[in-house]
T-cell receptor
Framework: EAGVTQFPSHSVIEKGQTVTLRCDPI?????LYWYRRVMGKEIKFLLH????????ESGMPNNRFLAERTGGTYSTLKVQPAELEDSGVYFC?????????????FGPGTRLTVL | EDQVTQSPEALRLQEGESSSLNCSYT??????LFWYRQDPGKGPEFLFT???AGEEKEKERLKATLTKKESFLHITAPKPEDSATYLC??????????FGAGTRLFVKA
């Protein structure tokens, strides 16, 4: 069974540019999460989808970040325009059951560098 | 504010030297506590979920325990391949998970 995949693995962009990160969850997993780890800090929750619906986006830092999950399959996270402080590793995770305590399976992450 | 604190930040062990990692939490209401392992360049890999004080779970050389204020990850006779960052996280209800900063474990042969 394929795990959670993320694309790209690395992205280097200039301040003010736009970047779109993609996450493909494990097949059949309705729950999809985005997290971010900035340098030297802990992993922080960004938002959670159940199928195509956003259930909790309390962790999104500001309106420069837009997450979508059309059709309830893969998800994208767009940063527009990117700022220096957006640099970090963005993780996606998925789970099968709509419970906060259900096991989450993480992807390898996308390392974003904003210059 | 809900908070998860892990200690030590880094731990260096000799192969076979058992030790414990600590995760203390201050939360409004614990629904579940998770332990993950993370290798460089990879995402966190699930190890255990603990739900209530007194609960214990084991997997190979790892054993996780939970009290009302903290959790321990005990590593018995570690091997070099156990070297990784170990992350603790909690769920307090809903779908938001709060992570600690992790403990970097180095096991020398």
């Amino acid at each position: 069974e394929a795990g959670v995949t993320q694309f790209p693995s690395h992205s280097v962009i200039e301040k003010g540019q736009t970047v779109t990160l993609r996450c493909d969850p494990i097949s059949g997993h309705d729950n999809l999460y985005w997290y971010r780890r900035v340098m030297g800090k802990e992993i922080k929750f960004l938002l959670h989808f159940v199928k195509e619906s956003k259930q909790d986006e309390s962790g999104m830092p500001n309106n420069r970040f837009l997450a979508e999950r059309t059709g309830g399959t893969y998800s994208t996270l767009k940063v527009q325009p990117a700022e220096l402080e957006d640099s970090g590793v963005y993780f996606c995770a998925s789970s099968q059951v709509p419970l906060g305590t259900d096991t989450q399976y993480f992807g390898p992450g996308t390392r974003l560098t904003v210059l | 504010e809900d908070q998860v604190t892990q200690s030590p930040e880094a731990l260096r062990l000799q192969e076979g030297e058992s030790s414990s990692l600590n995760c203390s939490y201050t939360v409004s209401g614990l629904r579940g506590l998770f332990w993950y392992r993370q290798d460089p360049g990879k995402g966190p890999e699930f190890l255990f979920t603990l739900y209530s004080a007194g609960e214990e779970k084991e997997k190979e050389r790892l054993k996780a325990t939970l009290t009302k204020k903290e959790s321990f990850l005990h590593i018995t006779a570690p091997k070099p391949e156990d070297s990784a960052t170990y992350l603790c996280a909690v769920n307090t209800g809903g779908f938001k998970t709060i992570f600690g900063a992790g403990t970097r474990l180095f096991v020398k042969a």
